[in-house]
């Protein structure tokens, strides 16, 4: 059974994080998130959730402006070409729904099947916000906490420059 926003927020205190969380109606895309987060100070970002072709797993964490080159990624990678995972494995891997992927459902990758990517944009910002495995709240944590619990969870990132090309949104 995947943790839930309880287990995770236990988590990081247990590793001396602190948040802050914002709740709001759900939201299930950047378009939305921008329309209803109010004033949510920090980076905003959108997650995907890719399968190669040669059966491997990422976790790509973009800023929300960020034009994703899925064909570019996976060169730098040497990833087969992505595909979006479908929700089966999203919640099989990270055990959330569509419209909550985040980096802290890492927390649920006990096995550590995904890799990570990171934005590079996004180290810019001293706070980031990610929705806490519901998209019916925004939880913002500082850019060297969220390395942290990604390294206790097993994963670390791969930061990369993204941008350009075939956009992911």
């Known amino acids: ?43 905003h970002t959108k997650n995907l959730f890719l399968k190669c072709k040669k059966g491997s797993l990422w976790l790509v964490v973009a800023h929300e402006e960020t034009r994703v080159d899925l064909k570019g990624l996976a060169k730098q990678l040497g990833a087969g070409r992505f595909s979006f995972g479908n929700e089966q494995l999203l919640d099989e891997i990270l055990g959330v729904p569509a419209g909550a992927v985040t980096p802290f459902a890492l927390v649920n990758d006990s096995a ?23 998209n019916a709240a925004t939880t913002g944590i500082s850019r060297d906490d969220l390395l942290t619990f990604l390294r206790a969870c097993g994963h670390e990132p791969v930061v990369l420059e993204l941008g350009g090309g075939e956009q992911s949104d």
């Open 1 to 43: 059974m995947p943790l839930g926003r309880r287990e995770l927020f236990e988590r990081l205190e247990a590793l001396g994080i602190a948040t802050e969380t914002v709740e709001h109606p759900p939201l299930f895309t950047v378009e939305d998130s921008r329309a209803l987060r109010g004033e949510i100070p920090g980076g």
């Open 112 to 134: 550590q099947r995904l890799g990570l990517v990171l934005d590079k944009a996004l180290l810019a910002f001293d706070r980031l916000n990610f929705h806490p495995l519901d």
